[in-house]
């Protein structure tokens, strides 16, 4: 079974920074398209970074600047540093690919206290 597992979430301080990091036993991240997603309470999943096989990345707007995608091939680990977090970065944050979507992980709670 694919399993996504995230960790690295928690509660810090606006303007404080977290890492974030996915990893896998079954997906090759190398070779897929990954993103991270987050999902704040009675909001929908969004897109906030994502990192393509070749190495691109690219970012919603809210977070550009602050967050940064980047990907581990050695140790097939995706990672979102975020720097400079705000309130509004409240939320469980996901990674998974950018599409056909494999099971969802449990996800990593990051709250940023004012």
């Known amino acids: 079974q694919v399993q996504l597992l995230e960790s690295g979430g928690g509660l810090v301080q606006a303007g404080g920074s977290l890492r974030l990091s996915c990893a896998s036993s079954?997906?090759?991240?190398?070779?897929?398209?990954m993103g991270w997603y987050r999902q704040a309470p009675g909001k929908q999943r969004e897109l906030v970074a994502g990192i393509t096989s070749g190495g691109s990345t690219r970012y919603a707007d809210s977070v550009k600047g602050r967050f940064t995608i980047s990907r581990d091939n050695a140790k097939n680990t995706v990672y979102l540093q975020m720097n400079s977090l705000k309130p509004e970065d409240t939320a469980i944050y996901y990674c998974?690919?950018?599409?056909?979507?494999?099971?969802w992980g449990q996800g990593t709670q990051v709250t940023v206290s004012s």
């Open positions: 998974n690919r950018r599409t056909s979507y494999y099971p």
């Open positions: 079954r997906i090759i991240f190398r070779i897929n398209d």
